[in-house]
């Protein structure tokens, strides 16, 4: 494997700052520098962007995103023990990267989006906070402060992020990102991409916020795609019923006798907006 920059390998670092992945906080680490240089790659041009890290650990993501030009990476790690290894990436790109120790899950990240240029975010995500995260950036404030989202998930999450009707992984997930965003899938990475491997293959997903959406009520969304999709087998006529069930259906012109999985995200939009 190629250096990528004049820092030590991963494996050194890990062994010198004792920073064996935590199972607690969803850690697996990519060791391979091509490979999270690959990931970078799909966030596009770094030049003047502003990039959100989370979950740097070790590094190795934040080193290529560096290597590759971002003007400023901010890095959000919970797990203390890896401030020491990041610190040393900073010393190496002086006044380009930013360290904030704290939970993800508790970051006003939209206060970090200052300055000129194009804010992205990049990570590796803890599998245990993924999809969480991910929803709280889709339902904040619109448009977002953010203008792509490069993630890396379990590959069924990623499937569920990109379905669209008729697909076996369309669901609650699908329908908010086909709303709000133009999302894809980049590649895969197989467990052994990881230290320690995952039981699972990863995906790598593109996200960027639609320029216009369909008008629609985020509360009145969600709260229909949740009774669509909490009985997906079932006809629309009951699964919807503590909507209005046949009588809301006839208003918006779809059959109740559909189920969820077959709607579109601007089916699912003209009936949420019935119910305003």
């Known amino acids: 494997m190629a ?7 991963l494996r050194e670092v890990i062994a010198r700052h004792g920073l064996d992945a935590l199972k607690s906080l969803g850690q697996n680490f990519l060791l391979d520098l091509n490979v999270t240089q690959k990931v970078a790659r799909q966030a596009g041009r770094l030049e003047d962007a502003t990039v959100i890290e989370v979950g740097p650990g070790p590094g190795g993501l934040t080193r290529a995103l560096l290597a590759l030009g971002a003007r400023h990476v901010i890095a959000i790690e919970r797990d203390r023990r890896a401030i020491p290894a990041l610190q040393e990436i900073a010393d190496f790109y002086p006044g380009r990267l930013t360290i904030i120790e704290g939970d993800a899950l508790e970051t006003d990240f939209a206060t970090l989006a200052t300055g000129d240029g194009p804010v992205k975010i990049v990570a590796n995500l803890p599998y245990n906070i993924g999809t969480q995260l991910l929803v709280n950036w889709l339902t904040g404030p619109w448009p977002p402060f953010w203008s792509s989202l490069t993630l890396m998930f379990q590959k069924e999450v990623g499937q569920r992020i990109v379905a669209e009707a008729g697909d076996n992984h369309y669901g609650r997930l699908g329908v908010l990102c086909g709303w709000l965003t133009h999302a894809e899938m980049m590649f895969d990475l197989s467990p052994q991409a990881f230290t320690p491997p995952p039981k699972v293959t ?17 509360d009145l969304l969600e709260r229909v795609t949740h009774h669509a999709f909490g009985q997906r087998r079932k006809m629309l006529r009951q699964s919807l019923k503590p909507l209005g069930g046949e ?8 059959d109740p006798a559909r189920r969820a999985e077959t709607l579109s995200v601007e089916e699912f939009c003209r009936i949420a907006n019935l119910l305003d």
């Open 202 to 218: 990863s995906t790598v997903v593109h996200l960027e916020p639609r320029k216009t959406i369909i008008p629609c009520r985020l």
């Open 247 to 254: 009588a809301l259906l006839a208003r918006a012109g779809i």
């Open 3 to 9: 250096a990528l920059d004049g820092l030590p390998p």
